[in-house]
């Protein structure tokens, strides 16, 4: 008879008839320990080799049950700092049920949400080498308010690394740092309203959160036509701007079509208005040879945008902007008087591009997200035959289509999973004209590892 756990203060009170009741058992039993908060994220668990003592069993029934565990998402095991709760694993009150579908709505266990990369697969021994190289060969003036464009080596080392890898056509003096896409665009809104203009038209699919930003610099944003082809670019007509992302449109996920990039470039060099290219996944492709910038074609129509947000971590909150010559001056007034990003952060993502380090991390991470996609594809199109896989030639989203009318039912069944998860609907321009699609957008890449297989699962069983 095995004999209670008491290593931590649980008792399991296992008494399993044979080896597959005895790995069930543990496994069952560890998992209510972590749904009740008995074992809170983060606490590290005893070895297998110890557990297996306490307990009297086998040392490879503790370990398939810990594996079990991990490959569910309730627990993480990383070399070096052993077996942990993961803190992912939000806690229910007792008598809910065993499992992640009785979780309660508003307490995710699993986020398939787009827009952010597996933070775990963050490089922190690269990034804090960089960090060190930069500190240490910084100059003095670095340290004080700075240029608001940001600083040089950055400006530089992106210069040359956007013009090798998106065909950018960018002087460093044209360049100018920002914490972000958002801060970027507040800055092109201000810019913008200063220079007269009143409309930037807008995808029918994106972020409502740019486009309000737009309207509280005082811009109406309208709705491009959206079809099989992608955004329609025909119908700017008086527009002063338009903002695109047509290397991978989000959330739609196709490149913007090659008559279509013509189409656009063509307006605003007959009617002078601008183009806001949002390279959004630029750097993620699979399938396909990358879709070059569309400010390649005409540097001084387009203004390019870019961050670390996807390719290392939002939270170092740096982005770019490449601009026309004619515009540098006046966003760089915009943005204010100093510079408002930080210097050591900027110095060591100079130096973590020039170093190599960044190309390193950007072909594991493509390697990496490849093979979830993948995993997804290959799982939805077993077990949810009726929908359709799109968008996943780049990026680090896909779009399931569903099949009509089950969007919201969907998205209900993934909140009980424990499953955040956005509907197509969530992501559609209020005046969009285009005809309503049932679709989810789901994030492959911001699960950790060891969340992966079990936000997968919570997936496949909501699909129809």
């Given at each position: 008879m095995a004999k209670p756990w008491a290593t931590l203060g649980v008792d399991l009170h296992l008494e399993p008839s044979g080896s597959g009741g005895l790995r069930r058992g543990l496994t069952d039993a560890l998992r209510e320990a972590v749904r009740t908060g008995r074992l809170a994220p983060g606490t590290r668990l005893p070895s297998s080799r110890s557990l297996a003592a306490d307990l009297g069993i086998a040392r490879n029934t503790v370990a398939e049950a810990y594996a079990d565990l991990v490959a569910e998402g309730w627990l993480t095991a990383r070399q070096g700092s052993g077996t942990r709760v993961a803190e992912l694993a939000a806690t229910v009150p007792s008598g809910r049920g065993a499992g992640p579908r009785h979780r309660e709505p508003d307490r995710p266990t699993y986020s398939l949400l787009p827009g952010a990369p597996d933070l775990a697969a963050f490089p922190r021994t690269e990034w804090l080498r960089a960090a060190r190289r930069a500190l240490a060969t910084a100059p003095y003036d670095a340290l004080g308010y700075g240029d608001p464009r940001g600083r040089p080596?950055?400006?530089?080392?992106?210069?040359?690394?956007?013009?090798?890898?998106?065909?950018?056509?960018?002087?460093?003096?044209?360049?100018?740092?920002?914490?972000?896409?958002?801060?970027?665009?507040?800055?092109?809104?201000?810019?913008?309203?200063?220079?007269?203009?009143?409309?930037?038209?807008?995808?029918?699919?994106?972020?409502?959160?740019?486009?309000?930003?737009?309207?509280?610099?005082?811009?109406?944003?309208?709705?491009?036509p959206y079809d099989r082809l992608g955004t329609d670019t025909g119908g700017l007509g008086d527009a002063g701007a338009v903002l695109l992302t047509p290397a991978h449109q989000f959330p739609m996920g196709t490149p913007l079509q090659p008559e279509r990039r013509a189409a656009v470039i063509d307006w605003a060099r007959r009617t002078g208005g601008l183009i806001l290219e949002d390279d959004y996944d630029g750097e993620f492709r699979y399938d396909r040879q990358?879709?070059?910038?569309?400010?390649?074609?005409?540097?001084?129509?387009?203004?390019?945008?870019?961050?670390?947000?996807?390719?290392?971590?939002?939270?170092?909150?740096?982005?770019?902007?490449?601009?026309?010559?004619?515009?540098?001056?006046?966003?760089?007034?915009?943005?204010?008087?100093?510079?408002?990003?930080?210097?050591?952060?900027?110095?060591?993502?100079?130096?973590?591009?020039?170093?190599?380090?960044?190309?390193?991390?950007?072909?594991?991470?493509?390697?990496?997200?490849?093979?979830?996609?993948?995993?997804?594809?290959?799982?939805?199109?077993?077990?949810?035959?009726?929908?359709?896989?799109?968008?996943?030639?780049?990026?680090?989203?896909?779009?399931?289509?569903?099949?009509?009318?089950?969007?919201?039912?969907?998205?209900?069944?993934?909140?009980?999973?424990?499953?955040?998860?956005?509907?197509?609907?969530?992501?559609?321009?209020?005046?969009?004209?285009?005809?309503?699609?049932?679709?989810?957008?789901?994030?492959?890449?911001?699960?950790?590892?060891?969340?992966?297989?079990?936000?997968?699962?919570?997936?496949?069983?909501?699909?129809?």
């Amino acid at each position: 008879m095995a004999k209670p756990w008491a290593t931590l203060g649980v008792d399991l009170h296992l008494e399993p008839s044979g080896s597959g009741g005895l790995r069930r058992g543990l496994t069952d039993a560890l998992r209510e320990a972590v749904r009740t908060g008995r074992l809170a994220p983060g606490t590290r668990l005893p070895s297998s080799r110890s557990l297996a003592a306490d307990l009297g069993i086998a040392r490879n029934t503790v370990a398939e049950a810990y594996a079990d565990l991990v490959a569910e998402g309730w627990l993480t095991a990383r070399q070096g700092s052993g077996t942990r709760v993961a803190e992912l694993a939000a806690t229910v009150p007792s008598g809910r049920g065993a499992g992640p579908r009785h979780r309660e709505p508003d307490r995710p266990t699993y986020s398939l949400l787009p827009g952010a990369p597996d933070l775990a697969a963050f490089p922190r021994t690269e990034w804090l080498r960089a960090a060190r190289r930069a500190l240490a060969t910084a100059p003095y003036d670095a340290l004080g308010y700075g240029d608001p464009r940001g600083r040089p080596e950055l400006r530089t080392a992106l210069a040359g690394y956007l013009a090798r890898v998106r065909g950018v056509r960018a002087d460093p003096e044209s360049v100018l740092i920002t914490s972000g896409f958002a801060h970027a665009l507040r800055i092109t809104g201000t810019l913008l309203a200063a220079r007269g203009v009143r409309t930037v038209a807008v995808e029918s699919y994106g972020l409502d959160t740019y486009w309000n930003l737009l309207q509280q610099s005082g811009l109406a944003t309208p709705a491009l036509p959206y079809d099989r082809l992608g955004t329609d670019t025909g119908g700017l007509g008086d527009a002063g701007a338009v903002l695109l992302t047509p290397a991978h449109q989000f959330p739609m996920g196709t490149p913007l079509q090659p008559e279509r990039r013509a189409a656009v470039i063509d307006w605003a060099r007959r009617t002078g208005g601008l183009i806001l290219e949002d390279d959004y996944d630029g750097e993620f492709r699979y399938d396909r040879q990358p879709v070059g910038a569309l400010q390649g074609l005409d540097p001084d129509r387009v203004i390019y945008f870019g961050t670390a947000s996807k390719s290392l971590a939002p939270g170092l909150r740096l982005g770019w902007m490449v601009l026309p010559p004619s515009l540098a001056q006046e966003a760089a007034s915009a943005k204010g008087g100093t510079d408002t990003v930080g210097a050591l952060e900027q110095l060591t993502l100079a130096e973590f591009i020039t170093s190599g380090a960044y190309d390193r991390h950007v072909r594991s991470s493509r390697l990496r997200y490849r093979r979830r996609r993948d995993a997804l594809a290959a799982a939805v199109s077993t077990r949810a035959p009726e929908v359709t896989v799109t968008g996943i030639a780049a990026g680090l989203h896909a779009v399931l289509r569903l099949p009509p009318g089950l969007e919201q039912p969907v998205i209900q069944a993934a909140t009980w999973q424990g499953l955040a998860l956005h509907g197509l609907s969530f992501h559609r321009h209020p005046q969009a004209l285009t005809e309503p699609l049932d679709a989810l957008v789901v994030g492959y890449a911001t699960p950790p590892d060891s969340a992966w297989a079990g936000a997968l699962g919570a997936l496949c069983r909501v699909l129809p």
